[in-house]
Structure formats: structure tokens, C-alpha cells
């Protein structure tokens, strides 16, 4: 079931036109309040059609944030927290 929400998050919530031009922002670029996660509104700057729902999808521990894991699962990506 994860899987599947997981595939839909980046079918529908990071996939497009746009981002298909364009690499995954890295994990540390999004954290603009560097606290090691992403927020909503921090995620949103990069992918302005990802919706609450979408994001609550990728949110697998459901506290509000995307860890770097949980970020990197949903954007299908290797992400560098360098």
C-alpha cells in the first residue's frame, strides 16, 4: 500500500513537464530552515503542484515533516545532505 502511495505522490505530487526538465532539488537546498526536514511550504517552493494530501502521503511517520528517507523514497532520488 505504501508502494502505491508512494508511486502515486510521484506520478501526480513531483512528476510533470517541469520537473521532468529538471533534476531533485537536494535535501539540504529544500531544508531552507535547516532543521532536518522538509515542511510543506519548504517542498512546495520546489514543486508548487504538490498538494497537502500528497505530501501527507510521503509523510510515512506522520509527523508533519519529510526526513531525509521519507523525501528521498517520494522523489525516487539519492539524496545528498552534504
Same mark, same amino acid.
Given at each position: 500500500m505504501k508502494t502505491l502511495i508512494l508511486s502515486s505522490l510521484i506520478v $501526480? =505530487?513531483? /512528476? *510533470? @513537464?517541469?520537473f521532468a526538465q529538471t533534476a531533485v532539488p &537536494? $535535501? @539540504?537546498s529544500l531544508d #531552507?530552515?535547516?532543521n532536518g526536514s522538509i515542511s510543506l511550504s519548504e517542498a512546495q517552493v520546489a514543486f508548487p503542484d504538490l498538494t497537502p494530501e500528497a505530501y501527507s502521503?510521503?509523510? @510515512? &511517520?506522520?509527523? =508533519?515533516? +519529510? /526526513? #531525509?528517507?521519507? $523525501? *528521498? +523514497?517520494?522523489? =525516487?532520488? @539519492?539524496?545528498s545532505t552534504q
Amino acid at each position: 500500500m505504501k508502494t502505491l502511495i508512494l508511486s502515486s505522490l510521484i506520478v $501526480f =505530487g513531483l /512528476s *510533470g @513537464t517541469a520537473f521532468a526538465q529538471t533534476a531533485v532539488p &537536494d $535535501f @539540504t537546498s529544500l531544508d #531552507v530552515d535547516a532543521n532536518g526536514s522538509i515542511s510543506l511550504s519548504e517542498a512546495q517552493v520546489a514543486f508548487p503542484d504538490l498538494t497537502p494530501e500528497a505530501y501527507s502521503a510521503a509523510d @510515512t &511517520d506522520a509527523d =508533519g515533516e +519529510l /526526513s #531525509v528517507d521519507e $523525501f *528521498g +523514497l517520494a522523489a =525516487g532520488a @539519492t539524496i545528498s545532505t552534504q
